[in-house]
C-alpha cells in the first residue's frame, strides 16, 4: 500500500462515528463472494484501499458494489499464487462492503473497502466466476464500558504508537492524526493492527483474536517492541557517525541491517546466503571445515555488496559449497563384469587390466582401501588416456581427465592464494568438482611433459602431495585454504618416457608397462574398434556389407603407417572410408564392398613407408642392431667400411649422440685389444682408417645398446667374415667386452619380426625381460643370451668370407 492511499485510508477512518458493534451487527449468509488478498490484513471497522488486479476480483467487486451485498476479505499465506485454494487462504478474515470504485490508468482500478466484521472461512465452494465460500460469523469479546484497565491501555497504545510513527521514516504522519481522532477505542485498536508496519503472521495472530482486551495487550508488546528497535537504529547510528565518511557508508548500512536482523533474530540476509546456507546443509563435512565455511560466510556479511571484494568472497564460498564433501560414488565391484567391460574396450593390455582387477577384487573385500597410483608408459596411440574412461565405466564412477602437458605454473595444481587478483582453485580441486564427487578415476595425461623448475614454482614437486597416498588424505589448495581427501580417487598418470619424471615423483607411483602392438594386434583392434567407428564418422555405418579384408588392414598398418600404437592406423582407415563416403555421395552408391590391398593404394596413393627388411649377408661389416624409440622398436644398420690411411682417424656419421659416439670407441679399442683373437695382423689399425656409419643421417640416434652390435661390425670389416643370415642383437659393452642389459626388449622384438629376423643376440640378465613376455610375441624368433663380446662374435660371425673380399695392404716395418 502507497503512502497516498494510505492518507486516503486514514481521513476516510476518522470520518466512522457510532458505536463499532453496529458495524457487525448485520446478517450474514451462510455462503458469500471471497476476494483473496495479498500481504493485506483487513481489521473490522478499517477503510483500506485495496489495488484490484486479478480478472476474476474485477468482476466480483464490480458486482458487489453494483448489489451492495458484502464479501469476505482473506489474506493470502503466499502472495505469488495466482489461483488460490482453501489451503491457500488463512482462516480468519472480515467480511466487508465495497465503499467506492476508483479507476486508475491502465485499465487498473482500487477499491476502497470496509471491514464490517470477523469471519471464518470453513470452505471453497465455487472458484469461478470468483471464489465463494462457506463462511461462519466469529464474534468477538468486546470490554465493558467502565473497565479502567482497558481505557488505560489504550490511551498508553495511542501514545505509544503516535511516537513510533514519529522515528519510523516509513509511516506517514498523518497517521498519528488519523489514531488521535478515532473516538472508538475498539476502532482505534483495529486501525493500528492494520495500518502499522507489522509482519502478515503478527497482524493474523492479532486477528485471530476473540477477545479484544487481549488483542490490545498483545499489540503493546509489538509496539513496544518496535519502537524499541527504532530506538537501537537511532542508537547504532549515533554511534558511528564519527567514524563514518563516504567510502564507509554502504558498508555501515550493510553493518545497521545486520545488527537489526541479529536484534530481532532474523538473521536470513542475502539471497546469497540463504542459498549457501541450503546448499551447505546437504554437505557431508565434519565439524571443522563447517567451522571455517561459517566464519567466511560471516565476512560475506560484512561487505558491501557492490564492493569488488563481496564477488571474490561470494565466489570463494560457492567453490567451497560446490565440492563433494565426503560424498562417493558407489563402486561396482561385480569383477566379471569388470572384465567383460575392459576386454570390450581395450584389446590386449592384460598387465594393466590384472591390476585393476585386483584392485576391484581388494576393494570388495576391504572397503576403507587407499586407491593406488598408478603410471601407464609406453609409446603414443596404445590407449593409455582411453583406458582410464573403461576403467570408469567398470567400476562405475566418474571420470576427469587433466592434461599435463607444458604445464609450467605451480598455481596450476595448488591453486593461487586469495589475496592475488583474479584466484582460483587449482585444477585438481576445480576437476572434483567437475566430476561431483570424492572417488573419481582422475586421468594425469602426460604426465612426463610437465615443466620444472620455472619461475612460477615447479609443477612437478607440487604433484609430489597428489600422488602420495599418506599425505593426500589432506590436500591443501592455496584457494580453497582447506585440507580435501584425495585418498580414494583412483589416479593414472600416463607418459611416454619415464626418463623425464623427477625420481621422487615416480617412486611414489606404480609403473605398469603398456607396450606397442604387433600388427596381429593392430588388426584386431582396427576390426573390433576402428573401422566400426570410422564408419560412423564417416556416414557408412549403414553399409553392412562394407568390409576391409585382413590383407588389406595389413597393407596399411606396415606401409602406411609407422608407429606402436593405432592412432595413425586410425586416420588411414578414415581417409580411405572418406574416399569411399564421397564417391557415394557423387554417384549415388559405392563402387567396391570388399576392400582388399588393391584398392588400398586407389584410396591411400602410393605407400609412404616400406617395411625394414633385413638386406642379407653378403658385405662385410654390415651388421642389424635394434633399437628402441617413442613410437616404438626400430630396426638398424651398422655400417664399417675400411679405407687406406695412416691408420689414427675413426669417423662416425649418421647424427650419432654422444653416448653412441662413446660406445663406438669402446668397441674399436676392445678389437684393438683382442685382435688375435680375430686372427687380425695388429699393423692394419697403423695402415687403415675406419668410418663406422649409421643410415639415416636425418634422424637423431643415441643410447648404449648398439654396442655390441658395433663391435660386431668392425670385426666383421676388419676380417671380412659374413655375418650369420636373419640376426640381430642389441646390448651395451663394457671397455673389458662385458655385456649389460638394455631396455625397450619388446619394443625391439616386434620391430625384429616386422623385419624377418629369427635370431636375436642379447644380455643373459635379459631374459627375465623376455620371460615377461606372452609367447605370441616372440613365436618365430629364437633367443641367443651372451655374457661378452667374445660370446657374440662365436656366434654371429660365420668362418665364411664375403665375396670379393678386400685385401689389407701393410707396410712393412722400418727398422
Not at 33 to 55: K, T, Y
Not at 459 to 472: C, F, G
Not at 507 to 524: A, L, N, Q
Request: net charge negative; with cysteine; hydrophobic share 35%.
Amino acid at each position: 500500500m502507497s503512502n497516498k492511499q494510505n492518507n486516503k485510508a486514514f481521513s476516510m477512518i476518522a470520518d466512522i462515528e457510532g458505536d463499532f458493534s453496529d458495524l457487525s451487527n448485520i446478517n450474514m449468509p451462510e455462503s458469500m463472494p471471497i476476494l483473496a488478498v495479498r500481504n493485506l490484513v483487513l481489521f473490522p471497522g478499517v477503510v483500506s484501499p485495496i489495488l484490484i488486479g486479478r480478472e476474476s476480483s474485477m468482476t466480483l467487486i464490480k458486482k458487489a458494489e453494483a448489489s451492495g451485498t458484502p464479501i469476505g476479505i482473506v489474506c493470502q499465506k503466499d502472495p505469488d499464487i495466482d489461483e488460490p485454494s482453501k489451503n491457500d487462504l488463512y482462516e480468519y478474515g472480515v467480511f466487508a462492503k465495497v465503499v467506492k470504485i476508483l479507476s486508475l490508468p491502465n485499465n487498473n482500478i482500487t477499491a476502497i473497502i470496509q471491514g464490517l466484521g470477523r469471519l471464518k472461512l470453513t470452505s471453497i465452494i465455487r472458484k469461478k466466476p470468483y471464489l465463494t465460500g462457506k463462511v461462519e460469523v466469529a464474534h468477538e469479546t468486546f470490554p465493558d464500558n467502565n473497565d479502567s484497565e482497558f481505557t488505560t491501555a489504550i490511551e498508553d497504545l495511542r501514545n505509544t504508537t503516535a511516537e513510533y510513527v514519529k522515528i519510523n521514516d516509513d509511516i506517514p504522519e498523518e497517521a498519528t492524526f488519523a489514531i488521535k481522532n478515532v473516538n472508538n477505542d475498539v476502532m482505534a485498536l483495529n486501525f493500528i493492527c492494520s495500518n502499522m508496519l507489522f509482519s502478515i503472521k503478527e497482524k493474523m495472530e492479532l486477528l485471530e483474536m476473540d477477545s479484544i482486551k487481549d488483542r490490545l495487550f498483545y499489540t503493546l508488546r509489538i509496539i513496544n517492541r518496535e519502537l524499541a528497535l527504532q530506538s537501537l537504529k537511532q542508537d547504532i547510528r549515533n554511534k558511528t557517525r564519527d567514524d563514518i565518511d563516504e567510502q564507509q557508508k554502504n558498508y555501515f548500512l550493510q553493518q545497521q541491517i545486520k545488527n537489526i536482523q541479529a536484534e530481532i533474530g532474523n538473521g536470513d540476509g542475502s539471497p546469497e546466503r540463504k542459498e549457501l546456507l541450503d546448499k551447505a546443509a546437504t554437505k557431508l563435512w565434519n565439524e571443522d571445515v563447517e567451522t571455517i565455511f561459517m566464519k567466511e560466510l560471516d565476512k560475506l556479511d560484512q561487505l558491501n555488496p557492490q564492493s569488488p571484494e563481496y564477488n571474490i568472497q561470494l565466489t570463494y564460498l560457492q567453490t567451497f559449497v560446490s565440492l563433494p564433501w565426503n560424498e562417493y560414488t558407489e563402486d561396482d565391484l561385480n569383477i566379471t563384469k569388470a572384465q567383460k567391460v575392459l576386454d570390450k574396450d581395450h584389446y590386449g593390455m592384460e598387465k594393466v587390466k590384472e591390476r585393476i582387477l585386483e584392485y576391484i577384487a581388494v576393494l570388495s573385500l576391504r572397503r576403507d582401501l587407499k586407491s593406488p597410483i598408478l603410471c601407464l608408459y609406453g609409446p603414443p596411440g596404445v590407449g593409455k588416456t582411453s583406458l582410464g574412461k573403461s576403467i570408469a565405466d567398470a567400476m562405475n564412477r566418474k571420470y576427469v581427465r587433466m592434461s599435463l602437458g607444458g604445464l609450467h605454473d605451480e598455481a596450476e595444481i595448488r591453486g593461487h592464494r586469495r589475496t592475488y587478483i583474479g584466484a582460483m582453485a587449482g585444477r585438481i580441486i576445480k576437476n572434483i568438482q567437475k566430476a561431483g564427487s570424492s572417488n573419481p578415476v582422475f586421468i594425469l595425461d602426460e604426465i612426463d611433459k610437465v615443466t620444472q623448475n620455472t619461475v612460477n614454482g615447479d609443477p612437478a614437486s607440487a604433484l609430489l602431495e597428489v600422488l602420495d597416498p599418506e599425505q593426500n588424505t589432506a590436500f591443501h589448495d592455496n584457494y580453497l585454504d582447506v585440507d580435501y581427501d584425495l585418498s580414494k580417487v583412483l589416479f593414472i598418470a600416463t607418459a611416454n618416457e619415464l626418463n623425464t619424471i623427477p625420481r621422487p615423483l615416480l617412486d611414489r607411483m606404480e609403473i605398469i608397462e603398456v607396450s606397442g602392438y604387433i600388427t596381429e594386434e593392430k588388426i584386431e583392434i582396427a576390426k573390433r574398434h576402428l573401422i566400426p567407428k570410422e564408419k560412423d564418422s564417416t556416414g557408412l555405418l549403414d553399409e553392412k556389407k562394407l568390409a576391409f579384408n585382413k590383407s588389406a588392414i595389413e597393407k596399411i598398418i606396415e606401409q602406411y603407417t609407422r608407429e606402436s600404437g593405432v592412432r595413425q592406423l586410425e586416420k588411414q582407415i578414415n581417409k580411405a572410408l572418406r574416399k569411399l563416403a564421397f564417391t557415394k555421395a557423387k554417384e549415388g552408391l559405392l563402387p567396391y564392398n570388399k576392400i582388399s590391398p588393391t584398392e588400398i593404394e586407389s584410396l591411400l596413393g602410393k605407400p609412404p613407408y616400406y617395411r625394414d627388411i633385413y638386406q642379407g649377408n653378403s658385405y662385410a661389416g654390415v651388421v642389424t642392431g635394434l633399437a628402441w624409440t617413442s613410437v616404438g622398436g626400430e630396426i638398424l644398420f651398422i655400417e664399417t667400411s675400411m679405407s687406406k690411411g695412416k691408420g689414427t682417424k675413426l669417423t662416425l656419421t649418421g647424427n650419432l649422440g654422444d653416448v653412441m659416439k662413446e660406445s663406438a670407441v669402446l668397441a674399436l679399442e676392445y678389437v684393438k685389444a683382442h685382435a688375435d683373437k680375430l686372427n687380425i695382423d695388429y699393423r692394419i689399425f697403423d695402415n687403415w682408417n675406419i668410418h663406422i656409419h649409421v643410415p639415416e643421417g636425418a634422424t637423431p640416434k643415441d643410447g648404449p645398446s648398439a654396442g655390441i652390435t658395433i663391435a660386431t661390425s668392425i670385426a666383421s670389416a676388419l676380417t671380412q667374415r659374413k655375418v650369420r643370415k636373419n640376426t640381430a642383437m642389441t646390448g651395451e659393452i663394457t671397455l673389458r667386452g662385458k655385456v649389460l642389459p638394455v631396455g625397450g626388449i619388446k619394443e625391439k622384438i616386434l620391430a625384429a619380426k616386422r623385419a624377418g629376423i629369427t635370431d636375436i643376440l642379447m644380455c643373459r640378465e635379459n631374459k627375465k625381460d623376455i620371460d615377461e613376455i606372452p609367447d605370441v610375441y616372440l613365436k618365430g624368433i629364437t633367443f641367443h643370451y651372451v655374457e661378452n663380446v667374445q660370446d657374440v662374435w662365436d656366434f654371429a660371425l660365420t668362418e665364411e668370407t664375403v665375396d670379393n673380399p678386400l685385401i689389407f695392404e701393410i707396410e712393412e716395418d722400418k727398422k
